[in-house]
């Protein structure tokens, strides 16, 4: 079974560009997480999909991020403009329905931002 | 403040050496309690879940809660140089998994 697939692997920029970042979760997977890890920290929740409805996005700093998981598959998340403190990896996460399931993490996007 | 601290590390032992991981939380609402493991450049994976307190064992691995003193552990015995790795420790309130993670602690079993 093919694990959740993201890309770039990495990506740098410089400030006040835009970027993007794809997550294919894995198939079957209806609640699709994107995380942001900064340096030495662990994983903070940005937005929650339940299919295709965001269910909880009061993580996500809706000024320069957007999300979107059109058919509830493949989810895209995009910053722009990027700023300096956007330099992080970000997750994907996904996991099947039902209680407490295991969340799935891709191997994530580490961005640079110049 | 966090809701989930953990020391940051990084934690050298032997191989053999018994790998001793903490953590506390202050959020009473806790009810699941996790363990992830991540290699370098590789996203966390699920060792292992608890639900409330009590003690829960899986190979060389135990994970342990106590919520008297919102304190979380995971003991790996036998450590091998393959445990090296990052290990997260997380709360959540909900059995949907809005997950809090600890800023993890870096493990380096040496041969």
């Known amino acids: 079974e093919a694990g959740v697939v993201q890309s770039p692997r990495y990506k740098i920029i410089e400030k006040k560009q835009p970027v993007a970042f794809w997550c294919n979760p894995i198939?079957?997977?209806?609640?699709l997480y994107w995380y942001r890890q900064n340096l030495g920290q662990g994983p903070e929740l940005l937005i929650r999909?339940?299919?295709?409805?965001?269910?909880?996005d009061s993580q996500l700093p809706k000024d320069r991020f957007s999300a979107e998981r059109l058919k509830g598959v493949d989810s895209t998340l995009k910053i722009q403009p990027a700023e300096l403190g956007d330099s992080a990896v970000y997750l994907c996460?996904?996991?099947?329905?039902?209680?407490?399931?295991?969340?799935?993490f891709g191997p994530g996007t580490r961005l640079t931002v110049l | 403040q966090k809701e989930v601290e953990q020391d940051p590390g990084p934690l050298s032992v032997p191989e053999g050496a018994i790998v001793s991981l903490n953590c506390t939380y202050s959020?009473?609402?806790?009810?699941?309690f996790m363990w992830y493991r991540q290699y370098s450049r590789k996203g966390p994976e699920l060792l292992m879940y608890?639900?409330?307190?009590g003690n829960k064992e899986d190979g060389r691995f135990t994970a342990q809660v106590d919520k008297s003193s919102k304190y979380i552990s995971l003991f790996i015995r036998d450590s091998q140089p393959s445990d090296s790795a990052t290990y997260l420790c997380a709360g959540t309130t909900d059995s949907w998994g809005k997950l809090q993670f600890g800023a993890g602690t870096q493990v380096v079993v040496t041969p």
């Open positions: 198939s079957g997977h209806n609640t």
């Open positions: 996460a996904s996991k099947a329905g039902g209680l407490l399931n295991e969340q799935f």
């Open positions: 999909y339940e299919n295709e409805e965001a269910v909880d």
């Open positions: 608890t639900y409330s307190s």
């Open positions: 959020n009473s609402a806790f009810q699941y």
